[in-house]
């Protein structure tokens, strides 16, 4: 609900503050005052385009801002959580600019959105309908949701609608599964030909590094073999070799530490490195006969490396790589195998599913048809009441049918709805939205809004038009159903006609007046003498006559809300 209006250096208005309550609040005031321009302002805020020709001659920047009451509306509340925003104890601020350059900015509590996103939230709040219009009703979709809220099929719709796009979903991975059938049978070829590649060479984690140190050794044999014969020898106790002399010269330090006995921790470490050498000497004899030789294993390394690098080449880098790729191909091989089980379980599960949701989008069009009958009869008495008695209404259920003729399901049924009037008899009917009377469309939107008006959740209704080419008891028919729905609705509505000004909750009028040499635009919340002289001047054209003042007062002791009249 729309609580307050804040207007700056918009077209003839310099500053204006516009406080609106729940009910009906209406705007009247002299043709040309500025209403529109109201009405212009709140569409431009709504998120309608702008530009620099509404900026206030002399100032650089339009501003609009408006406060709103959202607590009761769940679908804006859940908007702002969407899109990390807090409503403030159940209040926003909407706030757009727009500079004489042409740009400008649009604001949602304080945080910059763009225009898209602040049209996306208010059409969850706003209905206008006239010259500046944000008519959801025109929207075919929107007339099904009307429909369905009317008769109570929502639940049934989402119901429905989840079903269908867990099918759909369940029909695109079964396509995607026959498409690939034949790539999944060459995977699987693929899979087994690399497993019992790698198994039958039976790769040890350590192994390439022990060929590659075990290869060099091979390659440089005569000089490895050569070596470690120089070594024996040098190391030998015989044909004087190093352990030989070491002995004789441990014995000559054994003799020198009896004459000295402090020579006698010298021979002691003489003896262990005595020992040591030893141990060194006959390790090495060891690995030299423990190393073949042979020119065939030097071959056999060449050949078992070129194996392990051809699997590395295929398989991964190293050997632990292809080892893990292997138990990876396993793995999915195993998937690979369950595949027309898989396949079979989708099928069975879409069949299921397309069973559930044509039985659910059969029973939804039975309901929908005696939902339609219903809501077009009760239309058609509005529009009587409304002064459209020769008005035919319709609502059109045609199915959805494939390119070949035949009927089709869709994420809300089979049914395409769409609302059709003829506003003159003899006249065929035609979509809604090719109706070229603003003050027909009004009207009709006023007889679909009081009978929805506890199910629509849009709270705000503005309206225009609502008076076009219309007088007398029609007149007072379109007050009482604005009155009544002001009862459910906050409704905003311009008007020329007293018979509906009459039955306002809040009344302002809207005046031009000269300031300084300039036109301005005010606005004045009317109570009392103001508001009978208002009503006299929409009555008679003049607000001081005492027929028209008497009258004024007549039609406010009947119809007014608010208080007594000339008070």
């Not at 899109?83 to 949602?108: A, K, Q």
């Not at 038009?465 to 009544?484: Q, S, T």
């Amino acid at each position: 609900m729309l609580e307050e209006l804040i207007i700056r250096n918009y077209a003839l208005i310099d500053e204006l503050k516009l406080s609106f309550s729940r009910g009906l609040n209406i705007l009247s005031g002299e043709t040309g005052a500025g209403k529109s321009i109201l009405i212009g302002a709140l569409s431009l805020l709504l998120g309608e385009k702008g530009d620099a020709s509404v900026v206030r001659s002399g100032s650089e920047t339009a501003e609009i801002a408006g406060t709103l009451r959202v607590d009761g509306n769940p679908e804006t509340l859940t908007w702002l959580r969407e899109h990390e925003m807090e409503d403030d104890e159940g209040i926003i601020i909407l706030r757009r600019t727009i500079n004489n350059s042409g740009r400008g900015g649009v604001y949602i509590q304080s945080t910059p959105v763009t225009r898209k996103d602040l049209q996306d939230l208010t059409a969850l709040l706003f209905d206008i309908h006239g010259q500046h219009e944000h008519q959801s009703i025109l929207s075919t979709s929107q007339q099904r949701c009307l429909l369905d809220r009317f008769g109570g099929l929502e639940e049934q719709v989402k119901s429905l609608s989840a079903d269908f796009q867990v099918l759909t979903a369940k029909k695109k991975e079964s396509a995607a599964m026959e498409k690939a059938a034949m790539e999944r049978s060459r995977e699987a070829d693929l899979l087994e030909f690399a497993l019992k590649e790698i198994d039958q060479a039976a790769l040890a984690p350590e192994e390439e590094e022990d060929l590659q140190r075990e290869k060099k050794l091979l390659a440089q044999h005569e000089k490895l073999a050569k070596l470690l014969d120089t070594f024996r020898d040098e190391t030998a106790e015989n044909r004087g070799g190093a352990l030989r002399q070491l002995r004789t010269a441990r014995d000559v330090l054994a003799e020198l530490g009896k004459i000295d006995d402090s020579l006698l921790p010298f021979f002691e470490r003489l003896e262990t490195a005595f020992y040591e050498i030893e141990d060194i000497s006959e390790a090495v004899r060891v690995y030299q006969e423990g190393i073949n030789f042979s020119p065939d294993r030097l071959e056999e390394c060449e050949s078992r490396l070129a194996e392990i690098h051809r699997l590395e080449k295929k398989y991964g880098s190293t050997i632990k790589d292809v080892l893990s790729y292997r138990h990876e191909a396993a793995e999915n091989l195993e998937k690979l195998s369950h595949w027309e089980e898989d396949r079979e379980s989708i099928r069975k599960e879409i069949q299921e599913l397309e069973k559930r949701v044509l039985s659910s989008a059969g029973e939804l069009s039975v309901r929908r048809k005696t939902a339609a009958a219903e809501l077009e009869s009760r239309i058609r008495g509005e529009l009587t009441a409304l002064g459209m008695p020769k008005a035919d209404f319709v609502i059109q259920l045609d199915q959805r049918l494939s390119p070949s003729g035949k009927p089709v399901c869709g994420v809300y049924g089979f049914d395409q709805v769409e609302f059709l009037i003829s506003p003159n008899e003899g006249e065929p009917v035609k979509p809604l939205k090719d109706i070229a009377s603003g003050g027909e469309l009004s009207r009709v939107m006023l007889a679909v809004k009081t009978i929805l008006a506890e199910t629509d959740h849009i709270n705000s209704l503005i309206f225009d038009e609502i008076d076009a080419g219309i007088g007398g008891e029609v007149a007072v028919a379109v007050g009482e159903h604005l009155a009544k729905l002001g009862g459910y609705k906050q409704v905003l509505c311009i008007t020329h006609l007293a018979s509906i000004a009459v039955r306002a909750d809040n009344h302002m009028q809207v005046r031009k007046e000269t300031r300084e040499g300039r036109t301005l635009t005010r606005v004045e919340t009317l109570t009392g003498k103001k508001r009978t002289g208002e009503i006299a001047r929409m009555l008679a054209g003049d607000s001081s006559g005492d027929a028209s003042l008497e009258y004024a007062e007549e039609l406010l002791r009947q119809y007014g809300k608010n208080e007594p009249a000339g008070l």
